[in-house]
């Protein structure tokens, strides 16, 4: 019998704290399907992603409701279309991208990843082409996600592929106008780019995978916020950190473990490989579902202000190592995210002035992903978001840990308007810039920052 | 089978088998609790010499005079090994909401019809708050959306919210053992790393 309080307990992280299986992302390897000719090229792609993901909706369903966990995304994240695309001009790659499309409404799943280059050591004319046809990409299409690997530890950062994002957000923000340039949050930019990472925008089937692969992703915000209040409330003495620390990797044990039975289950139910499980403690905009208001329950009140960098990196610290425990499947950012515009609490401590671009970046340094989902103002110079890309990447290329750069300039509008995305992307207090526009000679100078020594790390 | 109930005290346990091992007795399995500051205890006891039912709680009483004990004896007539229930897969039900007359008799009643049997149930009311939480097989050729569905039919009608999840959703969340999948689903897995 299992004991009646740790059903509860259970039943109360999902109904009352939000947890849930943010994501089941099918990977699925496209290489069987390049041919110089486009027509020939798209019927393969429609074919082979029918073939693995056209039961993946019905058995999310099964399993959902036989564990009474919600699966809230189904996604695709498919491999990187700068190679299997190679050859293609600029219409054959804007036709992959619609049939990515088009397939991923077929089979009923929101996402659809991949659209993707890696070029942090060199570019491609084909890669060189897919960046420049993001702006149409991400504006006409509605499910496509796009990332570009511009830098990693082993080979350093392209800043030529950096120059040309610059401009590339500017013109698909342009292009996405009346949304508040929402296209640019199709579109993340990495350093150390992971391959089995299950979140959008940034899912790809990286090289080293199999050809159907199962990856999950788990949330829960407020299951650990609601962890750690309980723990402040309720224990005899004042909790330490490291008492906060332990609650917290016992919390990320149990939600792991949702994460993983349920992507076995998915797996061997389609007949296809189970992959990795991601716990990265992904906002959305509802109160009780933030990574902010993790940070408070730690006693950080004004969040931006000072021991927020702290407090993050023993969440982040924390998650990681309950994850570790719980499974050896682990893998993709695993980490907290710290998406402004997903998430309530960062958003308000954006409007109050505590939260500024400096800080994020300080911030970035001891958790998953990097500057993600931060609105700008719109008339930002592209030299100065390349430049913005160029610190953020620095960070992960340097500390040989993943980056990563999802920011939206928004036309017309200055800093401290409201940006507003919707839905799941929430919306947020457009920051400034701190010192903009005089990077413009820096990043003009192209080429490669060189890789890190990886000796004398201190 | 002997089952011995009392007002809780400490040494009741000791007590009892005491006497079953006066008598020779050995247990093959026990069960006990305590619930709302009463003691219930049930045992399969073997006795390799016969021991009349009179004898059984003559001791039982004897030993335990200061406990004020009930005690029944119920003799397992040899038949086959194991009860007939049917078959199927185990499922945790949750209820939870409002107090009201009749609710596990209802919830019973359901899941007799539809053939599922129930192994194991703990049910209690704080205050007007009820909470119930049922191990249950359910047939393979039931979905839990069905019984689900009709749970929940049950539970609008008196403020109750129902649940029904698949055991292994609580063995991974609560034991750091492996993730366990089905017998049928673990093959699949099997033959695909084969391949």
Known sequence: MHRTEDVLATLSMIRQHKLDVRTVTMGIDLAPCASPDVAVLCDRIRARLIHYAGRLRAVCREVEARYGIP????????SPIGRIAAGQKAEGLLAVARTLDAVAAEVEVDLVGGFTALVQKGWTDSERRLIAALPEVLST?????????????????????????????????????????????????????????????????????TDCVINIGVSGPGVVKAAVEDLVAHAPTRPTLGDIAEEIKSTAFRVTRVGELIGREVAARLGVAFGIVDLSLAPTPQIG???????????????????????????NDAVKKGGSFASSSVGGLSGAFVAVSEDAALARAVEVGDLTLAKLEAMTAVCSVGLDMIAVPGDTDAETLSALIADEVAIGVINHKTTAVRVIPVPGKKAGERAVFGGLFGEMDILAIHAAGGSAEFVRHGGRIPAPLSSLRN | MISVTAADRVGIVYSVTGALLDLGGNVLELSQTVMRGYFTIILEVDFPAPKTRDQIVEAIHERGKRFELQVQVTEIKPGPAEPQTPAGERFILTVLGDDSPGIVHSIAGSLAAHGANIVDLHARVDGTRFSLVMEALIPHDLTPAAIRSELERYGRAHKLEAFVQHENIFAATTEPSPVRLSAALRSQGDSLASH
């Not at chain 1, 699966?71 to 498919?78: L, P, S, T």
């Not at chain 1, 199709?186 to 299950?198: E, M, R, T």
């Open chain 1, 71 to 78: 699966i809230v995304n189904r996604r695709i994240a498919v």
């Open chain 1, 141 to 209: 299409t509605k499910r496509v996600c796009s990332s570009v690997n511009v830098g990693t530890t082993a080979a350093g950062i392209n800043m030529d592929a950096v120059a040309a994002l610059g401009h590339v957000l500017k013109e698909t923000a342009e292009l996405t106008r009346d949304h508040d340039g929402f296209g640019c949050a199709k579109l993340v930019i990495f350093g150390n780019a992971p391959n089995d990472n299950p979140f959008m925008a940034g899912a790809f089937h990286g090289a080293g995978e």
């Open chain 1, 289 to 315: 579902d933030s990574v902010g208001e993790i940070l408070q329950a730690m006693g950080v009140s004004r969040l931006g202000g000072p021991g927020s960098t702290a407090a993050l990196a023993l969440l």
